[in-house]
């Protein structure tokens, strides 16, 4: 165990349906963030939440919607989803002013 | 733009033997540098990382980086590989701003 937690671990989903993914970290840090690793791809930032404000969202489209609650929760609601989305999507958080990211293990998501 | 680019995307190697990885960032200013593993079916973990002084960086399980400014390069070394350094390895740099920017990434496997 990282600290940092995801649930769930897989998930499928079509392209209609609405889903969740959740991420909680029991570290004490102030910024959370969610990343996209797609095969043959860099790991790609989508967004950055700093003390629970969205300090960053990186051209992500709206099907991806973020939400962070408060600093140790981080939740990415997914709808009308499209197979290119298909990935891994990581959820890291770090204290401000530190460089140390910790990460969880990740959703593998199927979109079909 | 910040970037990150690993040369290697899949290296195959045999036990005892040496490894090095090519990693180039685009930065001018302050970096500060990472590599992280990710091993299979688990998540991304620190290797090593580079702020500032000794530009030769030892991390964990007999991992060294070197920091050459010149050439904005850090790569990743270990001078015997063993079957259990199978993954895949992320090169990272960071701005000033604290956004973790990765590499493509490079799959190493090690035959026994």
């Known amino acids: 165990e990282t600290g940092v937690t995801q649930t769930p671990r897989h998930l499928v989903m079509g392209m209609t349906n609405k889903k969740s993914l959740k991420c909680e970290q029991h570290?004490?840090?102030?910024?959370m963030y969610w990343y996209k690793q797609s095969a043959k791809k860099p790991l790609e930032l989508m967004f950055v939440?700093?003390?629970?404000?969205?300090?960053e969202n990186n051209s992500v489209p709206s099907r991806f919607s973020p939400e962070c609650p408060n600093s140790s929760h981080l939740f990415l609601h997914l709808h009308t989803l499209q197979p290119e989305d298909s990935a891994l999507y990581l959820c890291?958080?770090?204290?401000?002013?530190?460089?140390?990211?910790?990460f969880g293990s990740g959703t593998r998501l199927t979109v079909v | 733009a910040q970037s990150v680019s690993q040369h290697n995307h899949h290296v195959i190697l045999s036990e005892a033997a040496s490894l090095e990885l090519g990693c180039n960032y685009s930065?001018?200013?302050?970096?500060?540098l990472f590599w992280y593993v990710q091993y299979p079916g688990q998540h991304l973990q620190l290797l090593l990382k580079?702020?500032?002084?000794?530009?030769l960086v030892k991390g964990i399980k007999g991992f060294e980086a070197e920091f050459i400014k010149s050439k904005f390069s850090f790569n990743l070394r270990k001078p015997s590989v063993q079957w259990s350094d199978t993954a895949e390895y992320f090169c990272?740099?960071?701005?000033?701003?604290?956004?973790?920017?990765f590499g493509q990434g490079t799959t190493l496997q090690v035959k026994p």
């Open positions: 930065y001018g200013g302050t970096v500060n």
């Open positions: 570290l004490g840090h102030n910024a």
């Open positions: 939440y700093s003390l629970e404000e969205r300090v």
């Open positions: 990272a740099a960071m701005s000033n701003t604290g956004k973790l920017i």
């Open positions: 580079y702020f500032s002084g000794d530009p």
């Open positions: 890291a958080s770090s204290q401000r002013g530190d460089y140390g990211y910790t």
